[in-house]
């Protein structure tokens, strides 16, 4: 089954020193995103956090929270009627760009 999930990052929390280059120049930040089995009180089914190092996970160190998404889309029919991407509706997002 195929889900399209719609999420966003607060790019406040992100470690920049966890970007990292590609042989390609291009720049990454690795990224985890849990799908959750029930939604919370805003109706997220998912969680994204940044990604942690092989290292990091053998010591169990916690994960750090950077983001939230929904399912709006799934292959069996079940599309949410939420919109595929998120609204603000002050139109403000936060952000300082």
Sequence with gaps: M???IA???DLNKIDKSRIVEGK???KYYNITV???DTKDKYGNDCSIQQGQTKE???AKEKSVYIGNGKIVWKSDGSANTQAA???FTDG???LPF
């Design 2 to 4: 195929s889900i399209i």
């Design 92 to 94: 403000n997002d936060g």
């Design 56 to 58: 990091e996970r053998a």
């Design 85 to 87: 991407s998120p609204s």
């Design 7 to 9: 999420g966003s990052i």
């Design 24 to 26: 390609n120049g291009a």
């Design 34 to 36: 849990i799908l959750n």
